[in-house]
């Protein structure tokens, strides 16, 4: 009976023994594991998989501060379907990864901490992105946006469809009243979205899509200064910080103080005189208004920086190759700041016609001799100099320029 109590004792104090060597092992694997995956602060990983794709390439993509190209700043190795890219950084800020060979870049928020990217080569559009704050919130912002876009794409298309004949009849009669009131129907069909949108910084102040949503907002005749500065005070602390909201702040700043220091616009109206103005080019030479007019003349405030000016650059450049010679000219007054990015956005786009700054943004002696609060801003004069419309695009600007054109 000793002897069986004896080794009975034995037993479990083997038996303990073993236990606690799991244990440690276990402790051991963890901290391996915790120490492997732990990144220091400010430091970044992305770890992706990508469906269809064992073995490329993969370029991580700083976009330029106008979002119009992008740069590869660092390349790795994709290696049986994954990859993983590390790095610092000091604030949260949009980048892009193109995997070689296949169409299309995913989007997302590179920011310290674990990001995950799923990519499926033959489906880019719908990588899922995630494991930060920032990324799971622009990968929920995403699919929220992507399903009112689909439950609204059909009532658009029959509405396009059902009015693309009255559109164009009410274009080429000039007919206002009739293009407004398919502009507002139209524009009802997309309130779902525009709702969500521009009602999305008061719900999220912490998140960086919120930021960038604000940032669009400015300079668009739909979004008054004021409540545009509204939402980015309501902002959390720290994204007003970061580079992109202290340009935010400036422009805002910028703005407002244009607006205070311009003068009466009853002058500048549709159907009074355009007043001259003259300011030097990218050469350095001294043109004016009174030397750039032609038949019809367009007067074009934009800037490298404007985002919906550089948009709407290639339709102005093909209305310009094709009627320059029939009469149309142009002149483009540039809000801009940084002369080499404005001559680099005239180059990049093709502008050709002339072209001209004091580098002064807002605070530019024109842009307040016009009233000018928000870009695009653009007049249409005929041969006199006389103001005839204002802010056309596309059909409606073509439309107006040949209509003008043909005028004896």
């Not at 880019?124 to 494991?131: A, D, E, R, V």
């Amino acid at each position: 009976m000793f002897q069986y109590k004896l080794n009975t004792f034995a037993d479990e104090k083997n038996n303990d023994l073993k236990k606690m060597k799991k244990i440690i092992l276990l402790l051991a694997i963890t901290l391996i594991a915790v120490s492997c995956n732990s990144l220091s602060e400010g430091e970044y990983s992305i770890t992706g998989t990508i469906k269809g794709l064992p073995n490329g390439i993969v370029y991580l993509e700083k976009p330029d501060e106008n979002g119009m190209s992008a740069k590869a700043v660092d390349t790795v190795k994709i290696i049986d379907g994954k990859f993983e890219i590390k790095g610092n950084s000091t604030e949260p800020e949009m980048y892009f990864l193109q995997v070689e060979k296949v169409n299309g870049k995913v989007a997302f928020i590179l920011e310290e901490g674990e990001i995950s990217v799923e990519v499926d080569k033959d489906s880019i559009f719908k990588s899922k992105i995630g494991g930060t704050y920032s990324n799971d919130e622009f990968y929920s912002f995403n699919q929220k946006s992507n399903e009112i876009q689909k439950s609204s794409q059909k009532k658009i298309m029959d509405f396009q469809m059902k009015n693309m004949a009255k559109m164009k009849e009410a274009q080429e009669k000039n007919d206002t009243v009739a293009i407004n009131s398919l502009r507002k129907e139209y524009k009802g069909l997309q309130k779902n979205m525009t709702d969500f949108l521009f009602g999305y910084p008061k719900d999220h102040p912490k998140s960086y899509i919120s930021m960038l949503i604000i940032q669009s907002m400015i300079g668009n005749p739909e979004h008054k200064i004021e409540d545009v500065e509204i939402k980015f005070n309501a902002l959390d602390k720290k994204l007003k910080e970061t580079k992109v909201g202290k340009k935010i702040a400036e422009k805002i700043k910028e703005i407002k103080n244009a607006s205070k220091a311009i003068p009466t616009t009853s002058g500048i109206n549709v159907g009074a005189v355009a007043p001259d103005f003259s300011a030097k080019n990218p050469q350095g030479k001294i043109v004016s208004l009174k030397s750039s007019l032609g038949k019809v003349t367009i007067i074009d405030f934009w800037a490298s920086w404007c985002g919906p000016c550089r948009a709407e650059n290639p339709n102005v450049v093909a209305l310009y190759n094709e009627l320059h010679t029939k009469g149309l000219n142009i002149i483009g007054v540039s809000l801009d700041k940084d002369a080499a990015k404005w001559k680099e956005a005239i180059a990049k786009d093709g502008l050709t016609w002339t072209q001209i700054s004091n580098l002064k943004e807002f605070n530019d002696p024109i842009a307040k001799q016009y009233g000018i609060t928000q870009i695009p801003t653009t007049y249409i004069l005929d041969s006199k100099g006389t103001i005839v419309a204002k802010d056309l695009r596309g059909k409606e600007l073509k439309s107006k320029v040949l209509e003008l054109l043909n005028s004896k």
